[in-house]
Nanobody, 125 residues
Framework: QLQLVESGGGLVQAGGSLRLSCAASGRTVSFAGMGWFRQAPGKEREFVAGITSWIGGNTGYADSVKGRFTISRDNAKNTVYLQMNNLKPEDTAVYYC?????????????????WGQGTQVTVST
């Protein structure tokens, strides 16, 4: 059974940076598309970034994070990362990583079979 564990969250001032990690265990995720989602208080969980399993790792981002966040993967470490720069208070949320059932990534939560427990990111003004 695949397990995903996020880490790297915390409290940071606006304009700062964090790097989230999503470590997979139980089986390889090298063939799975991976995604990062987030859920702010009182809001629905939303897509943040995704990366395919294909050579080159095609990526996609929500408009709200384009140019600030970068998703990457290290298949040798069975880990996916989310580098977050120039953080804003509106980025405050619990961040989740997820593994899709195919090789691509998707913006819809329903296409992901495995989820981590989440890591809190809080951006202060």
């Amino acid at each position: 059974q695949l397990q995903l564990v996020e880490s790297g969250g915390g409290l940071v001032q606006a304009g700062g940076s964090l790097r989230l990690s999503c470590a997979a265990s139980g089986r390889t995720v090298s063939f799975a598309g991976m995604g990062w989602f987030r859920q702010a208080p009182g809001k629905e969980r939303e897509f943040v970034a995704g990366i395919t399993s294909w050579i080159g790792g095609n990526t996609g981002y929500a408009d709200s994070v384009k140019g600030r966040f970068t998703i990457s993967r290290d298949n040798a470490k069975n880990t996916v990362y989310l580098q977050m720069n120039n953080l804003k208070p509106e980025d405050t949320a619990v961040y989740y990583c997820a593994a899709s059932r195919g090789s691509s990534y998707y913006t819809s939560q329903s296409t992901y079979d495995f989820w981590g427990q989440g890591t809190q990111v809080t951006v202060s003004t």
